[in-house]
């Protein structure tokens, strides 16, 4: 007898265990997805997500100002929404003609980027160039010539898996030059 329920064979006892084993797995798991839920909103990734999306939809300067906010805060490593976020403001940027704002969301991106730029490689260098590109437009500064010799040098030194030079890493070299 198990918490007072009487069994007529061996085979009902193991049903219930099956039964309690099936619904500890069952709390387990909403355990675990509760917890991930509430890490990602800790770290600021579903603030950073809200706004992404919000800026995808509107594209204004206050979506904008929202989306950098929430990249500002968030505290966590370079994840698969705060690095789409990141490049969605920077390209969004750069099609404009606010230096400003284009080397702004650059050097973040370039920033943000960093821990990853070996497995990223491509996004990680384009970000340097257009901050340095910005910054050149901007203000003239011989800064960006230092930054482009870096973009360059970065471009110059990849190599894909296979020892090929990828088509991005050439282009760059040679914008960069």
């Not at 049903?15 to 798991?29: D, F, G, Q």
């Not at 919000?54 to 904008?64: K, L, M, Q």
């Not at 704002?101 to 340097?128: D, F, N």
């Not at 360059?152 to 960069?176: M, S, V």
């Amino acid at each position: 007898m198990i918490h007072g329920q009487k069994y007529s064979c061996v085979g009902d006892i193991i049903e219930e265990m099956r039964l309690r084993a099936l619904w500890l797995v069952i709390i387990s798991v909403v355990a675990i997805a509760h917890n991930t839920l509430a890490a990602a909103q800790e770290d600021g990734l579903a603030d950073v997500s809200a706004a992404h999306n919000t800026f995808i939809e509107d594209g204004s300067d206050d979506a904008r100002g929202q989306l950098l906010a929430a990249l500002s805060a968030y505290n966590g490593p370079p994840a698969v929404q705060s690095v789409n976020a990141y490049l969605t403001l920077m390209n969004h940027d750069a099609t404009g003609d606010n230096y400003q704002h284009i080397r702004q969301s650059a050097i973040a991106t370039e920033t943000h980027l960093t821990p990853v730029r070996s497995i990223l490689p491509k996004h990680y260098v384009e970000a340097k160039y257009i901050a340095a590109v910005a910054l050149f437009n901007d203000r003239q500064d011989r800064n960006a010539i230092l930054e482009m010799t870096h973009v360059e040098g970065f471009a110059r030194a990849h190599f894909d898996d296979a020892g090929g030079k990828p088509g991005w890493a050439e282009d760059l070299k040679w914008k960069a030059e």
